[in-house]
């Protein structure tokens, strides 16, 4: 059973509750996280008469996953993904991001979400705040900070390989790791996603927003990524997959370590930068 506080848990209230039960019953075997089967399992006890009673792959256009009521005369919910997602990492955060709607918002949105990248985008709309607390939801469900500072040390300068091998650890997604880590890194460090040479988004580390290391995105035109940079090799084609650093401003007005590599499944330069 559960109480009526339960219900009204923060998003990393609830990865913590259900982090305590995982690390009680399977410790530290227990990575990645079978979002599917702890679902099925934990939510019955949870939420009586309410659970999630089906997850399902299917072909969905013009969203990532939902989360639906059950039909009428039925009790329950399901969660659907879409199929068509070959990264296994990705499924497995649409999965968490699913049941985190579930936990969060299910007697706000009593028909169900559906869940695209447009709405996850617009952060200042109801439903980009609700995305926004599903995705805070499955970062720490899926990567607790107390397992993920032992893979990658606070203090570390995070490389491909080391975010790679974070990402396998946990079944995630390369950017849903990064994001991770760049939330707790005591290093300065930028995160920048590009495409075409032009910047998408950025995140900056604690330290380095607060030494004025950061580059706007929201509401502005595109920003072509800086000329001299590895980032901006990706236009050509090139295969970038290296670090680099520049001894002369090229990100930011100090110099800068920059690693940069590309993912052909999404058409995406991933860049950090990590100003000296």
């Known amino acids: ?96 991001h699913e049941f985190g709607h579930y936990l969060l918002h299910r007697n706000r949105y009593p028909e169900g979400i559906e869940c695209s990248e447009k709405e996850l985008l617009d952060w200042n709309s109801e439903i980009g705040r609700i995305e926004g607390e ?10 607790p900070l107390n397992d993920f500072r032992t893979v990658i040390s606070p203090t570390d300068e995070a490389s491909r390989k080391m975010l790679s091998l974070a990402a396998e650890r946990y079944n995630t997604s390369f950017i849903a790791t990064a994001l991770r880590w760049i939330a707790y890194t005591e290093r300065k460090a930028v995160l920048v996603v590009s495409r075409d040479g032009f910047i998408l988004w950025a995140w900056s580390s604690k330290t380095a927003f607060k030494n004025g290391y950061y ?3 929201s509401g502005l035109a595109p920003k072509p990524v800086p000329i001299n940079s590895l980032a901006h090799a ?5 295969g970038v ?7 002369s401003p090229v990100w930011f007005d100090d110099s800068s370590t920059e690693h940069t590599f590309c993912t052909e499944q999404y058409d995406l330069t991933i860049s950090i930068i990590y100003p000296v």
């Open 241 to 247: 997959n290296d670090v680099v650093n520049h001894n």
């Open 134 to 143: 599903a995705n805070d939801f499955a970062a720490n469900f899926l990567m």
């Open 234 to 238: 990706a236009i050509e084609g090139e």
């Open 215 to 217: 580059i706007k995105t």
């Open 1 to 96: 059973m559960t109480s009526s506080h339960d219900k009204e848990l923060s998003p990393k209230r609830w990865a913590y509750k259900l982090t305590h039960i995982l690390d009680s019953v399977l410790g530290n075997s227990r990575f990645p996280v079978d979002v599917i089967s702890v679902a099925k399992e934990l939510s019955p006890s949870l939420f009586p008469g309410d659970a999630i009673t089906m997850i399902k792959g299917a072909e969905l256009d013009k969203f990532e996953g939902a989360l639906y009521k059950a039909p009428r005369g039925k009790e329950g919910w399901g969660i659907i993904y879409n199929s068509a997602i070959a990264s296994s990492g990705r499924v497995n955060f649409t999965l968490a």
